[in-house]
């Protein structure tokens, strides 16, 4: 069986926006450079957020002063697309935090879990010219059809702990960083006009007795 491939719809190196605020961002690749977005959100004022050293790349996106419901959110169109999936890097410092959760949301206010939590790995160092896997994250959702063919679909990555990734308590200083987000979709094959299949098929047709005719 032949599927379609993979399009890119948003994808986010962080290399030419280059976060200094909570956003929203474009993405520097895919076909929604000019609607998509991300953005971060924190309860707390003093939040900084900058860029920092990216997992193979030059930049993430970096934020402190993190608390249980904060949150990274990147929203994107699934017009004329199914088989959604994304995939991004995420990592931390030591007093950052290290037990999060995906969901998604049809609506932004309502959001629905993909999965369980899980948690940022200690002890890893990111590296502008090697790519580290063990901090690489893939979710493949095309099992979940109701994200196909959606105008705005939120993807939110949340806090859920205070829990560091060095095992203590989340730090005020203590950062988690983001990159490379990629949403993908395939495009939903286009369904014949029925009379462009009833013509196919009285073609069909036609052909078969001409053989037999011949013979």
Request: a negative charge.
């Amino acid at each position: 069986i032949q599927t379609s491939k993979a399009d890119v719809l948003a994808g986010w190196t962080f290399e030419t926006s280059m976060p200094t605020s909570s956003g929203p961002y474009s993405p520097e690749s895919g076909s929604q450079t000019g609607t998509a977005t991300i953005l971060g959100s924190h309860a707390s004022g003093t939040t900084t957020f900058s860029t920092f050293q990216g997992n193979g790349s030059l930049t993430a996106f970096e934020a402190n002063h993190w608390a249980v419901g904060d949150y990274w959110q990147f929203t994107v169109s699934t017009i004329g697309f199914e088989n959604i999936s994304l995939s991004y890097s995420q990592n931390g410092s030591s007093t950052g935090p290290a037990v999060f959760q995906l969901a998604y949301s049809l609506d932004g206010t309502t959001f629905n879990n993909v999965g369980s939590t899980y948690t940022i790995p200690s002890g890893v160092s990111w590296h502008t010219a090697t790519t580290d896997a063990s901090t690489s994250f893939s979710d493949d959702l095309s099992g979940l059809i109701a994200l196909n063919g959606i105008s705005k679909l939120y993807f939110r990555i949340i806090d859920e702990a205070t829990t560091s990734v060095g095992g203590g308590n989340v730090g005020l200083a203590g950062a988690d960083y983001i990159d490379n987000v990629i949403v993908s979709g395939t495009p939903v094959a286009a369904v014949p006009e029925p009379s462009a299949i009833t013509l196919a098929t009285i073609g069909g047709i036609v052909c078969f007795f001409m053989m037999r005719r011949r013979h």
